[in-house]
């Protein structure tokens, strides 16, 4: 099953590498396809997404994998186009075997005192 995953998110992101504008783009969409997998409702999503520590730790595992990327694409200097694409697609693809488990545990249980308070807030100022 995780040769799956990982073959569908590498799928995943080459579709996205045609359609997204920038690289920010790209790891954005990344970003949120990882979250979707480790989330079952969209409260669990929305309090992943916001989490910063989570985050935090997808971009350095992110950074981890592009570097291996590039040691290994400088063994194939003439690789371009196409063919490099997908090679960057496979190796970033393999965050998505990957999660901080504390930090989610964390995120997930992360009350939204803050979100109902503000929004009483809003309410008495109404």
């Not at 669990?44 to 935090?56: D, G, I, Q, R, S």
Request: aromatic share 14%; with cysteine; glycine share 0%.
């Amino acid at each position: 099953m995780k040769t799956n995953i990982l073959e569908s998110a590498a799928d995943y992101l080459m579709s996205q590498l045609k359609v997204c504008e920038t690289k920010e783009d790209l790891i954005l969409a990344f970003w949120f396809y990882w979250v979707e997998s480790v989330t079952t409702n969209s409260i669990e999503f929305a309090k992943v997404v916001a989490c910063a520590p989570v985050n935090k730790w997808f971009m350095q595992e992110l950074k981890k994998d592009e570097s291996d990327f590039r040691d290994f694409i400088s063994n194939y200097p003439d690789t371009k186009g196409n063919d490099k694409d997908w090679l960057y697609c496979k190796c970033i693809s393999k965050l998505m075997s990957r999660f901080p488990k504390v930090l989610l545990y964390e995120a997930k249980k992360r009350e939204q005192k803050q979100i109902f308070r503000t929004s009483m807030s809003i309410t008495k100022l109404n």
